[in-house]
């Protein structure tokens, strides 16, 4: 065979046998391509304005600060609102999950004040085995990250400070319905007692009956509107102490008579 037709048979091989492991390859090389990349990307955290969480939790940024529109408008944490924005700006492809569909689905946007979308993701639940890293959904595959991003579930309270109080100190638990009745609160006939909160010694609780159902008791503190369900343990220092019983001395008619000595016999004279 001619020097030419081996140039020529050479070359169309090596092009079959490249053909050959792009095609076999192709559907298997796509994928893996995603690991290490940006889910979210870079967008400016300090333009957020509001955070929806799957509708579930809902926080937005007006004029008084960050407040959780989910949680009767209680305040957020504005350093935790960073924390988390950063946490999900960061986020990465740690692993591509072929056929895995997500049993939960969580939708995340982040948006400016005028509405436009910062950041948009849909996150599901956590890894089944190793108890940490999330599934996430990416360039329409599931793919698994390192974080668990924990804030962004169903809780309202991952995203403020639970603590109320200062000295004792107390955290509460959940906020109760703001149209409770006195008589299930309690506050009428409850605790009034003087508390620290920041610097300020002069700050006023009312701690309330005990939480039907519950192991914990209903609390208010001057100038703030919500009523708290604190555990019963934080406030127990605000509570009077229970008397200790008396031990009741034996009243007279109760003491036993004493019996009648037997009379010693005479002698005979």
Same mark, same amino acid.
């Given at each position: 065979?001619?020097?030419?037709?081996?140039?020529?048979?050479?070359?169309?091989?090596?092009?079959?046998?490249?053909?050959?492991?792009?095609?076999?390859?192709?559907?298997?090389?796509?994928?893996?391509?995603?690991?290490?990349?940006?889910?979210?990307?870079?967008?400016?955290?300090?333009?957020?304005?509001?955070?929806?969480?799957?509708?579930?939790?809902?926080?937005?940024?007006?004029?008084?600060?960050?407040?959780?529109?989910?949680?009767?408008?209680?305040?957020?944490?504005?350093?935790?609102?960073?924390?988390?924005?950063?946490?999900?700006?960061?986020?990465?492809v740690?692993?591509?999950v072929?056929?895995?569909e997500?049993?939960?689905?969580?939708?995340?946007?982040?948006?400016?004040a005028?509405?436009?979308?910062?950041?948009?993701?849909?996150?599901?639940?956590?890894?089944?085995?190793?108890?940490?890293?999330?599934?996430?959904?990416?360039?329409?595959?599931?793919?698994?990250?390192?974080?668990?991003?924990?804030?962004?579930?169903?809780?309202?309270?991952?995203w403020?400070?639970?603590?109320?109080?200062?000295?004792?100190?107390?955290?509460?638990?959940?906020?109760?319905?703001?149209?409770?009745?006195d008589?299930?609160?309690?506050?009428?006939?409850?605790?009034?007692?003087?508390?620290?909160?920041?610097?300020?010694?002069?700050?006023?609780?009312?701690?309330?009956?005990?939480?039907?159902?519950?192991?914990?008791?209903?609390?208010?503190?001057?100038?703030?509107?919500?009523?708290? +369900?604190?555990?019963?343990?934080?406030?127990?220092?605000?509570? !009077? %102490?229970? @008397? =200790? #019983? $008396?031990? &009741? +001395?034996?009243?007279?008619?109760?003491?036993?008579?004493?019996? !009648? %000595?037997? @009379? =010693? #016999? $005479?002698? &005979?004279?």
């Amino acid at each position: 065979m001619k020097t030419s037709n081996l140039v020529v048979l050479g070359t169309a091989a090596a092009a079959l046998i490249v053909a050959a492991v792009a095609t076999s390859g192709s559907g298997r090389s796509r994928q893996p391509q995603l690991n290490g990349k940006r889910i979210v990307g870079d967008f400016a955290v300090a333009d957020a304005a509001k955070v929806d969480i799957g509708g579930k939790v809902v926080l937005s940024s007006g004029e008084g600060g960050w407040k959780i529109d989910t949680m009767q408008d209680y305040p957020a944490d504005t350093s935790k609102i960073s924390e988390n924005l950063m946490k999900l700006q960061e986020l990465k492809v740690g692993q591509v999950v072929r056929g895995k569909e997500l049993a939960e689905k969580t939708p995340v946007k982040v948006t400016d004040a005028s509405g436009k979308p910062l950041a948009e993701v849909t996150l599901g639940e956590r890894h089944e085995k190793w108890g940490m890293g999330r599934y996430a959904e990416f360039s329409g595959a599931a793919v698994l990250v390192s974080d668990t991003l924990d804030a962004f579930g169903d809780d309202p309270k991952s995203w403020c400070d639970t603590k109320i109080v200062d000295e004792p100190r107390i955290s509460f638990t959940k906020l109760a319905a703001p149209d409770l009745a006195d008589d299930v609160t309690g506050f009428a006939t409850g605790v009034v007692a003087k508390v620290k909160i920041g610097d300020d010694t002069n700050r006023v609780a009312t701690v309330g009956a005990k939480v039907k159902d519950g192991s914990g008791r209903y609390l208010k503190v001057d100038g703030m509107k919500w009523i708290f +369900e604190v555990p019963d343990y934080s406030v127990s220092s605000l509570l !009077p %102490k229970p @008397e =200790e #019983p $008396k031990s &009741e +001395e034996p009243k007279a008619e109760d003491a036993k008579p004493e019996e !009648p %000595k037997a @009379e =010693e #016999p $005479k002698p &005979e004279l």
